[in-house]
């Protein structure tokens, strides 16, 4: 017995089977479409287009673990590939159309996804900022090293005031360049391997505080 053609439509030339994943978000998307005015459709559309290209940032791993449409993952993965500017714009809207598509709940763990890594990004800037300060803490005084021991009371005290001695001593070394003013000081290794100690000795006092 000849089997039943299956039932369902044409959308721009593509046969969409009934009750097929393509055909339930695209009854999503018009239902969307339907419940908003023209004015708020122009602005949600921006919106998630905006969210849409903000993925473009996010780690693989937690990308992956949104569990989102292979087909947005495959449009976002086409448009890191692409550098023309057209191109470009072309596909962040096509990224956009997708993004229309994805219900609430989907939406919701997109923005907290990015959220989550927006604050370890803020978190990480804000680490790189006090291992700094320390460092010039340490160069420019030697009471900041006894503050210093509240940070890292096990230190190897001999290496670290090692480094910052011969760190002072670079810098009192390198001259002023009078023909370029305002550019930064070039500082020697012991200014880089005083930053790593006193980094790494951070992150290790705000692992344990936790």
Known sequence: MPRKPPKGYFVRGRFVAYGSEEDAEL?????????????DLKRLSAERQALGERLLGLGAAALQRLGLPEDLLQALAEARRIDAFEARRRQLQYI???MRRLDDEQVAAVQAALDEQHRGSAVQTARLHEA???????????????AWRAIEPEADWQRLR???????????????????PGQPTRHGRAWRELFQHVRAALDAHHAAAV
């Open 27 to 39: 009854k999503r998307a018009a239902k969307w479409d339907a419940e908003h005015s023209k004015t």
């Open 132 to 146: 700094e300060q320390w460092r010039e803490r340490l160069v420019a005084s030697d009471e900041a090293l006894h």
């Open 96 to 98: 956009g159309k997708l």
């Open 162 to 180: 090692a480094l910052i001695r011969q760190a002072r001593k670079d810098l009192a070394d390198t001259p002023s360049d009078p023909d370029r």
